[in-house]
């Protein structure tokens, strides 16, 4: 346990909020708990739904940017509470647009994450299907240990 301890400083978990994300958010955190490791909890804004954004556009009268930006502190804000839970006590916050696996990658590297967890299914659509889930990309190519979490 001493040498796990020593080799996992930092844990990376990538969010989209979703209910998968979720089991994610509770896995890494217990983890970094027990671990005593940072965790740093990512979200990748990728494109909101053009009903999502007509809606805010017409009701609230924001911008697609804002929206945007407004999804992704609701995604994190939701993150942090739940890893408290979990007992996560050094946790970081993280927003990054554009490919969700490209994004986790960047992040994993630059901020030295020695591990990424995710959950085994997001909110991916039927593309996801055919061209690959993040999870299984992100197992290929990371340049660290994946946790994939069902």
Request: with cysteine.
């Amino acid at each position: 346990m001493q040498e796990a301890r020593s080799a996992l400083r930092q844990i990376l978990v990538a969010t989209d909020g979703s209910a998968g994300s979720d089991r994610a958010i509770d896995a890494a955190a217990q983890l970094a708990k027990s671990l005593g490791a940072r965790l740093l909890i990512l979200t990748v804004q990728d494109r909101l739904s053009r009903d999502t954004v007509e809606a805010f556009e017409t009701i609230e009268h924001v911008a697609e940017g804002d929206v945007a930006e407004i999804t992704a502190q609701n995604v994190l804000f939701r993150a942090r509470k739940r890893a408290a839970r979990a007992g996560a006590t050094d946790v970081h916050l993280q927003t990054e647009s554009g490919d969700p696996t490209e994004a986790i990658l960047k992040v994993s590297k630059q901020r030295n994450a020695d591990a990424i967890v995710v959950g085994k299914r997001g909110r991916g659509s039927l593309a996801g299907l055919l061209l690959g889930s993040v999870s299984q990309k992100l197992v290929t190519l990371a340049p660290c240990n994946v946790m994939v979490v069902p």
